[in-house]
């Protein structure tokens, strides 16, 4: 992937931010070489090379998996699926509704809204006759999260009243020692864990984003090595070699001329949620009412998701006339694939918009983009650009890690914890008191 930036910034002005960042990536590629376990948050960058990982997902799969699944059920919220969802949409969720017929297809339960459920029910009683045909991920850091937990004995009761041996088509990712890990012992369901230590924005590399994605016949294998190859950039001295810190220092320089957005623009629509992903990643690893040293700062920015070309009919009014308060994004493919074009031999549309007739849609969609990006520039707008070669699992993984490497970079020059979310957690201890009542 290729990252760039409009805004220059001199040698000067970068020196500051690259001294302060230097110590903290020199003490974590100190960890990283000296670790033989999970010891710190910043280990979740060695998920991509943990072997153990990997065989124990493969090993798990195989005894899972076979030619009759149609449904791979993930029950988790947050980080628990969001990352799974990201490259699960990006590959095949985003085209579900065209390819009724492709199994499996993986389903997403992250709300307990009703009527969805409700619906879930329906599907799987129509669709579901043999045991083989679904599998059920439960995923929660915790072990204690009260969606997932009501979402488990939903589905776990709708199994269990059709299949005799219903706990052998669940499987349970947490932590090691965990509530839900106990009742995964209790109950002979199968359980992968989640390093301690990796919170749950971070963990798309441990087995809860990598066994769903195995399951569904993703190459994991090459989304893992796209992140490990990022890591090794990301861990660079020379931050001319080192894409995820010269991005998050200049978001930084953003942030301090005043700029509280941070919209990313994602121009191919199933990459929408990659964008969700890193918006969780981003709003719980920067927004923060306490620095480091415990002073009330109140601090981070917001993260916004647009789709292109679509969301330039909605918002792009805004984001070009409006409150020059947002840095953007702009994520693309370069490869021009020339498949599908518009028709040469048109009826009439030559007329309505000139240029376009035996145009590729590829090309089309470019032409937009660039249109958008000189738009940026002529109004003084700043924007960032990564550029992906193609759509492929290795360069997804990339893409993936460089963001998660900016993010605890741009934490530390904001002076706050990357890893904690004290201020989710009052939200739910309010939801369990009044659960309790």
């Known amino acids: 992937m290729e990252f760039s930036y409009t805004q220059s910034i001199s040698e000067g002005d970068l020196r500051p931010y690259q001294e302060k960042l230097q110590t903290y990536r020199a003490s974590i590629l100190e960890n990283l ?54 490259v699960y949409d990006t590959f095949y969720g985003y085209f579900d509704i065209l390819e009724p017929d492709r199994h499996p297809k993986m389903l997403f339960l992250d709300t307990n809204d009703p009527e969805f459920l409700l619906r879930f029910e329906i599907l799987m009683t129509r669709h579901v006759a043999v045991p083989e045909e679904v599998i059920v991920v439960v995923v929660s850091k915790s072990g204690a999260t009260t969606e997932t937990a009501a979402n488990m004995e939903f589905v776990g009761a709708m199994l269990r009243a059709r299949f005799s041996e219903a706990f052998k088509r669940m499987i349970v990712i947490s932590d090691d020692g965990s509530k839900l890990w106990k009742f995964a012992q209790d109950k002979g369901i199968a359980f992968l864990e989640i390093p301690r230590v990796v919170g749950g924005r971070y963990s798309v590399f441990s087995p809860a984003g990598v066994f769903p994605l195995a399951c569904v016949g993703l190459d994991v294998r090459a989304l893992l090595r796209g992140a490990a190859d990022m890591t090794i950039e990301g861990l660079q001295e ?5 894409a995820p810190m010269r991005s998050a220092i200049y978001l930084a320089v953003e942030i301090e001329k005043g700029k509280t957005i ?27 009412e306490k620095d480091t040293s415990g002073n009330t700062v109140h601090t981070g920015i917001t993260p916004t998701v647009s789709v292109g070309s679509t969301d330039l009919h909605s918002v792009g009014q805004l984001y070009l006339g409006g409150p020059r308060d947002k840095v953007t994004t702009f994520i693309y493919t370069t490869h021009e694939d020339g498949s599908v074009s518009v028709p040469k031999d048109t009826v009439g549309t030559v007329e309505l918009v000139p240029g376009i007739a035996g145009k590729p849609f590829a090309y089309i969609m470019q032409a937009i983009r660039q249109g958008v ?7 003084g707008l700043p924007f960032r650009e990564i550029a992906l070669p193609q759509e492929t699992p290795y360069e997804l993984g990339q893409c993936m890690q460089f963001m998660m490497l900016e993010t605890m970079y741009l934490a530390r020059l904001l002076g706050v914890n990357a890893f904690d979310q004290p201020s989710v957690e009052s939200y739910k201890e309010e939801t369990r008191r009044i659960l309790s009542l």
């Open 373 to 379: 990006t000189v738009a940026y520039e002529k109004a």
């Open 33 to 86: 070489q000296a670790a033989s376990s999970y010891r710190v948050p910043e280990h979740f960058l060695q998920l991509p090379e943990d072997v153990r990982v990997l065989e124990a997902v493969y090993a798990l799969a195989k005894g899972k998996v076979s030619s009759q699944l149609k449904y791979i059920v993930v029950v988790g919220i947050g980080g628990s699926n969001l990352g799974a969802k990201a």
């Open 262 to 288: 941070h919209d990313l623009f994602v121009f191919h629509p199933e990459f929408e949620s990659l964008g969700k992903w890193y918006r969780q990643l981003v709003g719980e690893s920067l927004g923060k």
């Open 238 to 242: 020379d931050i001319r070699q080192n």
